[in-house]
Every structure is written in C-alpha cells, then in structure tokens.
C-alpha cells in the first residue's frame, strides 16, 4: 500500500486540515492536562515529517512546538515538565525535523527557558514505528500522554497497536489514516492481515461515509474492559477519503476532541465537506424543509426529554457526547424549552458541561422537571 510523500510539495488543504485538528486540539489538550496538576505530561509524534513543508508551512512537529510555547507561562506557575517524543524514520527527513525543531526552540525565549530548566525534554527517534512504539508503550500507559499516529495508511490501526491504547486510562490518540484504502486493497492478504472490514457504498455508489464506517468497525473491536471512546472526523480529497480517529476514555478529552471537530466544521462536525449530502436548508415540496445535522439531534434531544428519559443535566451531556455533538446544542434546547415553559430547572443555565457534570469537587447535578 504504497503512499505519497507529502513534504516532497506543499501541504494540501486536505492536510492542512488534519494538522488545524492536531493543533487545535493540542492546544486544548495541553492546559487541561496541566490544570490537572500532573507533574509531567507527554506527546508523541510517531511521523513526524521534517517540521515545515517545502514552502515552510508547520509540520505538526512546530505546531506542537507552538503549543507548548504558548502555555509557558502555566507551565512555569504548575512546575510540570513536558517530554516531546518525535520519530521519523527516513534518514534524510529526520535530519531535517531536527534541524527544524532545534532551530525554533533557539529563537523561543520560553522553549529554551523551559528546557534549561528541565521543564521541556524532547528525545528525537530515526526508528521503524513498530518497534519504538512497543519500547514507548511502558510511558504512553503511565504518564498523561497525547499520541499522534499520522501514518499514510492503514497498517498500523492492526490489533498490535491499536488495542494497547485503548487500554490507556490517561492517554488521548489521534490515527490519521487512508480510509479509502479499506476499500481499494480490501480483497488483498496484506489488508486482511490488519482488518477485516468491507465498506459498503450508499445507494449511489459512493463511499463518502467509508471512514465513518471504519470507526464504527473499530468501536467493536474495543475490549469490554476498556473505556475508551472514538470518534471520527473525514477528510475528502478528490475521490479519496482519509480521516481522524480519535479516541479517549476520559469525558473532558472528548468534549475537547467535539469542539475542535465542530470549529473545524461548524455545519456537521465530523467532516470537511458535505458528507450527508445534504443540501442544507433547501425546500423539498414532499418532505418539507430539510433538517441540518444540529437541527436533527436537537430534535431527538428535545424528544428524550419531553418523554422523561433525560432528566438532569448529567445525562444531558453523557447523551450529547455519545451522539457526537457539543453542550451548546443542548444548551440552545433546554433554554428554550424553560422559555416555552415547557421544562423547569433552578437558575438560568442548564449546566450542560464536564465541570458540572464530571468533575471532581464541581459537580452539581441539575434535576429538570416536566411541566405538564
């Protein structure tokens, strides 16, 4: 299954889409983690690329770089380190990301600070993936880790990698792969080696929902013990459909993960084009006005509701999660309900969020009452 080198010409906007989601939900990621009041936390790049395109775009190796830059100054206030773990395997690419990456931490006043101090350790790995991530694996399941797996393919979302994580209690991954492929190389042994997994089209032949299914495919394979959750998000190219699994066992890393997947795509939140093919907003004269992705979950938000299957705002926000939505579209819903005077609760928020609903020392459960 071969792939493309996508540093050998400029990032695409399919690519610079995936790194805007590892960016953005590194930027999410490190303070919550930090706040948390973990002594150190730990990233991984296991393809790392070589920190800049050949126009000097970010890689996600500078884009991590910036992050960590960015959140200096709580660093510093929390006396939490951070180890950086990169990987490339290609000599010559490697050389290039540790170019890159040194030549940044020496113009940041804040990186060198934080690595003169220990607070910021970066190891830099020329290694075959397997075999660092099995050597690796020890600190990715003790230590509060992100893991990015940008591989240009499929290979390694097989059981010898992708199982491990999810029995990770305190880790947040990220899989980057070539949906499509599962489809293209589906029959061949090499495919079957690593899934067993036929797409099926839509009615119209196309396999727009192909990585949707592939998450879906990879939710039953998730041990019984394990508490981790995926979600996808789908990146089209041409006829080509690559995507984002992410996976988390923890609720505030999948808030984190929806709000980044919506900022990304405000219109469906799972994909950079119209995946549902929707023509949003458009009159059908049989069926009436077609409801948007968010119009449509509100619809069933509103229906647990009014039929007493939601009842507090913990439940309101386990469901919303689960349906791969953000609080704010529940939110919307229960204010207007109140307004309506349909749903009673005390005060003027609903409290649809992870501080209310999960954390620790803040939890405050808001009963919602049915006014008949």
């Known amino acids: 299954m071969p792939g493309r080198d996508l540093h050998a010409q400029p990032f695409t906007e399919e690519t610079l889409a995936k790194l805007r989601i590892f960016e953005n939900y590194t930027q999410e990621w490190i303070p919550t983690f930090v706040m948390s009041g973990y002594e150190r936390i730990c990233i991984f790049d296991f393809f790392a690329g070589t920190g800049y395109d050949k126009v000097g775009v970010s890689g996600s190796p500078i884009r991590?770089?910036?992050?960590?830059?960015?959140?200096?100054?709580?660093?510093?206030?929390?006396?939490?380190?951070?180890?950086?773990?990169?990987?490339?395997?290609?000599?010559?690419?490697?050389?290039?990301?540790?170019?890159?990456?040194?030549?940044?931490?020496?113009?940041?006043?804040?990186?060198?600070?934080?690595?003169?101090?220990?607070?910021?350790?970066?190891?830099?790995y020329n290694r075959d993936f397997a075999e660092l991530f099995q050597e690796l694996l020890p600190i990715i399941k003790s230590e509060a880790s992100l893991v990015f797996l940008d591989q240009n393919g499929i290979k390694f979302i097989g059981d010898d990698f992708f199982i491990p994580l999810t029995y990770t209690q305190k880790t947040d991954f990220l899989y980057f792969?070539?949906?499509?492929?599962?489809?293209?190389?589906?029959?061949?042994?090499?495919?079957?080696k690593?899934?067993?997994?036929?797409?099926?089209?839509?009615?119209?032949?196309?396999?727009?929902?192909?990585?949707?299914?592939?998450?879906?495919?990879?939710?039953?394979?998730?041990?019984?013990?394990?508490?981790?959750?995926?979600?996808?998000?789908?990146?089209?190219?041409?006829?080509?459909?690559y995507g984002i699994v992410f996976g988390s066992s923890h609720p505030r890393g999948v808030e984190k993960f929806l709000r980044t997947a919506w900022k990304e795509n405000p219109e469906n939140g799972?994909?950079?084009?119209d995946i549902h093919n929707d023509e949003l907003g458009t009159i059908d004269l049989f069926e009436g006005r077609k409801l948007s992705k968010i119009e449509l979950f509100q619809s069933k938000f509103e229906k647990e509701v009014l039929n007493g299957r939601?009842?507090?705002?913990?439940?309101?926000?386990?469901?919303?999660?689960?349906?791969?939505?953000?609080?704010?579209?529940?939110?919307?819903?229960?204010?207007?309900?109140?307004?309506?005077?349909?749903?009673?609760?005390?005060?003027?928020?609903?409290?649809?969020?992870?501080?209310f609903c999960h954390k620790k020392n803040s939890i405050e459960i808001v009963e919602y009452r049915l006014i008949k």
């Open 270 to 273: 799972e994909a950079n084009f």
């Open 194 to 241: 690593y899934l067993d997994f036929k797409p099926t089209p839509d009615e119209y032949g196309s396999c727009n929902n192909i990585h949707n299914e592939l998450v879906e495919y990879l939710k039953q394979r998730i041990p019984p013990l394990s508490g981790v959750k995926l979600y996808p998000f789908s990146i089209k190219k041409g006829r080509n459909i």
């Open 64 to 124: 991590i770089l910036e992050q960590i830059e960015k959140n200096s100054s709580i660093l510093f206030e929390k006396n939490t380190k951070v180890s950086v773990y990169f990987n490339e395997f290609a000599i010559e690419k490697y050389e290039s990301l540790l170019q890159a990456c040194e030549s940044y931490i020496e113009k940041s006043l804040a990186l060198t600070t934080l690595k003169s101090t220990g607070k910021l350790n970066i190891l830099y």
């Open 177 to 192: 792969i070539a949906s499509s492929y599962a489809n293209r190389f589906k029959e061949t042994d090499e495919f079957k």
């Open 310 to 355: 939601i009842r507090n705002n913990q439940q309101a926000f386990d469901f919303t999660l689960d349906k791969g939505h953000i609080p704010q579209h529940a939110t919307d819903v229960m204010k207007r309900l109140k307004k309506e005077n349909m749903v009673s609760y005390p005060g003027i928020s609903p409290k649809i969020s992870y501080d």
